[in-house]
């Protein structure tokens, strides 16, 4: 998937830089059909973009496309992956002159973003680029630096994504599992491509409105990165907070951290996540706390405190998935 990023990546500067050579006498639209070609090579799926492509220099490079769809895996039930109302990329100027590009904001307007894993366990989220296609590559591991077929050095740095009104929908068509999340809207800010990461946002799950936060510190070595996650539901009467770090991030996955999980009401609670039917037995407030450490094959709590209405608890706990 790295190297799908850096491949979209190297062609988005690539149109920038062509932007910069004479905006004003292109018809941008009549490059259509190669910008659907050079998605098709870098992700093997269809664009359609039925709206206008627009390039400006002032106050600032930008590129902007309306009406845009990504299709789907063939077998899906969604004929599309992505939709987007529209997407802008804006990139300071400055930086540009010295082969630099500093993107200050890409705005995502109204996505709609299926995800899906089929009956025989493909994942429809897994792009894959023809094997002829070799348009970038990255130079240096952990530095923001691609290189275009050109043999034009570029260094990427990226400000602000900000994503307005999305709706995601997940589906594993084997066990008929479905989540669906509604009115996303999140700025996710990145000192570099490598992190640190911040996002804010807010959404409604399951009916019920949540806002939250993610910090993701920079990536170390490729391997390990430090998060921390806030996530507050119902006007603030359900919290849970993660933070710890994430190691062994290309080989096997195991967090280490702290867990804090409070609500006034665990029934309601329970109901808004597991979609289970309220408890009056269970409409007491619980507070969890603990030390966490969890891979693909279990959970193990230490120096757990539960405290649930007037009772209390403490010790470990191992969950064995």
């Known amino acids: 998937m790295s190297k799908i990023l850096s491949l979209i990546i190297g062609l988005i500067a690539f149109v920038i830089l062509g932007a910069l050579i004479g905006p004003s006498f292109i018809d941008w639209n009549s490059y259509k059909g190669e910008l659907i070609l050079q998605i098709k090579k870098l992700t093997g799926r269809e664009l359609t973009i039925n709206g206008d492509i627009r390039v400006s220099l002032l106050p600032a490079p930008s590129l902007s496309a309306q009406d845009l769809a990504l299709t789907n895996l063939e077998g899906a039930t969604f004929k599309q992956m992505i939709t987007l109302k529209s997407a802008e990329l804006q990139v300071a100027l400055t930086p540009l002159l010295t082969g630099k590009i500093k993107v200050k904001t890409i705005n995502l307007v109204e996505p709609v973003i299926n995800l899906e ?132 991030l290309k080989t096997t996955p195991r967090f280490k951290g702290k867990l804090r999980l409070e609500t006034s009401d665990l029934s309601a609670a329970r109901g808004s996540i597991m979609d289970l039917s309220a408890s009056p037995l269970l409409a007491q407030p619980l507070r969890i706390s603990a030390d966490v450490t969890a891979n693909s094959d279990a959970i193990q709590m230490e120096k757990l405190e539960l405290e649930f209405g007037q009772m209390r608890a403490a010790g470990d706990l191992r969950l064995d998935i």
């Open 117 to 248: 894993r089929m009956a025989d366990g493909a994942e429809n989220w897994n792009l894959h680029a023809e094997q002829s296609v070799e348009t970038i590559a990255l130079a240096g591991g952990d530095k923001d630096s691609f290189t275009l077929d050109l043999g034009i050095p570029l260094s990427i740095a990226l400000d602000k994504i900000n994503i307005e009104n999305a709706t995601v929908i997940y589906k594993d068509t084997g066990s008929g599992k479905r989540e669906r999340v509604d009115k996303l809207s999140a700025s996710i800010a990145a000192v570099s491509l490598q992190g640190p990461i911040e996002t804010k946002g807010a959404a409604v799950v399951r009916g019920r409105p949540i806002d939250f936060d993610v910090r993701v510190g920079q990536i170390i070595h490729g391997r390990t990165v430090p998060i921390h996650l806030r996530a507050n539901g119902a006007a603030g009467e359900t919290s849970v907070q993660v933070s710890g770090t994430l190691v062994n």
